[in-house]
């Protein structure tokens, strides 16, 4: 499975046990829109530390890059290269 | 089912004819028309000036940032920027800089004085790449202005310096969660020049100590990118606008049947005449309390209004910053919906919330008790709930430490302090208690206990967190008890 699709996946599932199903792109900007919180990006933030091994404490953290599944599959992507 | 709502304010911001409208310069006009009547409505003193800022960044929205700079510019030295000039003046007057100085030298100077210092520790902080200044800029930032607060309250100055001093430091405690966004932008890309930054220190939209709607990568992003976006970003800002005159006339009303205070002219004959929180706590102090049925009717209705209050003054300010193309999310956000505290938390004062995760929450939760999770998500929601908060409040009431010294002021913030300790382990228990697990559906829990828990943590805590009337925890307790009929006799 590509990061990408495992990425989609993990904030489908996120975003369905806030009630929330409606669908959204890999575009879309979801915490700028309130669909997720800054919980929820800690969330996200243990889903990449357990799933890719990234240590977000030695680099300066900035929210706006788990805002979508692209800006986080590129996150993923520039880190772990 | 059918999904339809009843709205009150109808959603105009989904009717592609009004959208398209809104894109034409017939139309802009109209939609500016319609905004400065909301404005007026709301008892706006400088609806003019708002809407002829409004209406150059809506007709020439390429120059938005530019705009917003002027804009902002003229709100502080038109002195429509809420900075503390009470307190300024008093500074002015008590040291008698009056015989020597004007005022308008006086607090010019000191706004040019914080600009430099802002714009010099901004470059120092990008220049200093592998040092503890650079990973920490916000950190040393506030070490920093609490040794200069010390220094303030202590150090043998004579009248001049105190009074140039006290000035500088209020106007930097106005400013420094400003300049923190800044500081937390400099690695963005691709970045906003420092100027384009000043432009929202406390933009002419408003604002407090808080930044509203955060800090120039935020507004980058939520900035209206074509005529479109422009337009429906206009028209849920009139829809705002108009929802919060609607909350306006439901807080005249309850504040008229309720304290009795005469709405447009209205007054009751009759009224609840619920005292104000202050009056009972000092009939509290008096050892003269009120029935325990009135200490309880004092929380709720405090309670309400403090709500309505800061959701009219929320929706005002982001209702203008829509008008300005900036698709910002609102500041309070249905909190009567909230499942948990920690929801209402996120919903009540979102600005407010965020400043403190983005500060304290984040920093700590990605440097700390990594191995411990759900340690770490307390004291993470520690540092923000309660340091954090505390420490802005701290800052924000500099009053009491200028009349008493930093130490007294620590000792006079105890009851902010037990409600920062309060407020942060109530949601660090409920973030807790809710991490991964699937929201419950159950009408019992959405309608009867969740909201009961909810609210009536916040409504009974809230009291803690009113501004400082000068009394100790133990009459807050007191009062506590009497509502529960014990010590009363």
């Known amino acids: 499975m590509s990061t990408q699709t495992k990425i989609r996946n993990f904030l489908e599932e996120l ?19 309130g669909r997720l919180s800054s919980l929820d990006v800690i969330t996200i933030v243990v889903f990449l530390e357990e799933n890719y091994g990234i240590d977000f404490s030695d680099r300066p953290f900035d929210q706006n890059e788990f805002d979508s599944v692209e800006s986080i599959t590129a996150l993923v992507d520039t880190v772990i290269k | 089912m059918s999904n339809t709502r009843i709205r009150i304010i109808p959603a105009i911001d989904q009717s592609p004819v009004l959208v398209q409208l809104a894109q034409h310069a017939g139309g802009k006009v109209l939609l500016l028309a319609v905004f400065a009547f909301g404005l007026h409505l709301h008892g706006s003193r ?22 917003l700079t002027a804009g902002t510019i003229y709100w502080l030295l038109s002195q429509h920027t809420r900075l503390k000039w009470g307190l300024l003046g008093h500074v002015f007057d008590v040291q008698g800089l009056g015989t020597t100085t004007s005022w308008s030298t006086y607090w010019l100077s000191l706004v040019v004085t914080t600009i430099l210092f802002c714009a010099m520790y901004y470059y120092l902080v990008k220049r200093s790449r592998g040092t503890w200044l650079y990973r920490r800029p916000v950190a040393t930032l506030l070490v920093g202005y609490i040794i200069l607060l010390t220094i303030a309250s202590y150090a043998p100055l004579t009248a001049t310096q105190q009074a140039y001093m006290w000035g500088f430091l209020i106007i930097l405690g106005h400013y420094i969660w400003y300049l923190a966004y800044s500081l937390q932008d400099r690695n963005t890309a691709p970045g906003t020049k420092f100027i384009y930054q ?30 479109e976006e422009l337009a429906i970003s206009q028209l849920k800002g009139i829809k705002l606008l108009y929802w919060a005159f609607v909350l306006s006339i439901v807080l005249g009303i309850f504040k008229m049947v309720v304290f009795g205070k005469p709405f447009y002219n209205l007054a009751l004959p009759d009224h609840l005449a619920i005292p104000s929180v202050n009056d009972a706590l000092a009939h509290t102090r008096s050892g003269e309390p009120y029935q325990w049925y009135i200490n309880w009717a004092v929380l709720l209705a405090n309670f309400i209004k403090a709500m309505l209050t800061l959701s009219i003054w929320g929706h005002i300010i982001i209702a203008t910053c829509r008008m300005a193309g900036f698709k910002a999310l609102r500041n309070t956000r249905s909190p009567l919906k909230s499942k948990t505290i920690a929801e209402f938390w996120n919903r009540y004062y979102y600005y407010f919330k965020e400043l403190l995760v983005e500060f304290f929450f984040y920093p700590t939760y990605l440097k700390y008790f990594k191995t411990r999770p759900r340690l770490r998500m307390f004291m993470a929601t520690m540092a923000a709930a309660g340091l954090g908060n505390m420490l802005y409040h701290f800052f924000r009431d500099i009053h009491i430490i200028m009349e008493l010294g930093i130490w007294g002021a620590l000792e006079a913030f105890q009851v902010y302090v037990f409600y920062g300790l309060l407020l942060g382990t109530a949601i660090g228990l409920s973030q807790l208690r809710n991490q991964n697990r699937k929201q419950s559906t159950h009408w019992f829990r959405t309608y009867i206990t969740a909201p009961v828990t909810v609210l009536g943590f916040y409504c009974i805590s809230h009291i803690f967190g009113l501004p400082y009337p000068g009394y100790g925890l133990d009459v807050y307790f007191q009062f506590l008890m009497n509502m529960i009929n014990v010590g009363v006799e």
């Open chain 2, 46 to 67: 400088s609806w003019q000036e708002l809407v002829l800022i409004l209406a150059l960044m809506s007709f020439w929205p390429q120059f938005r940032r530019p705009l």
């Open chain 2, 198 to 227: 000043l432009g929202h220190y406390q933009p002419f939209w408003g604002g407090s100590n808080t930044p509203f709607p955060k800090g120039a990568a935020y507004l980058r992003k939520i900035e209206a990118k074509n005529a």
């Open chain 1, 15 to 33: 975003l369905n046990n806030k009630g929330d199903s409606s669908g959204f792109t890999d575009q879309q900007l979801l915490v700028t829109e």
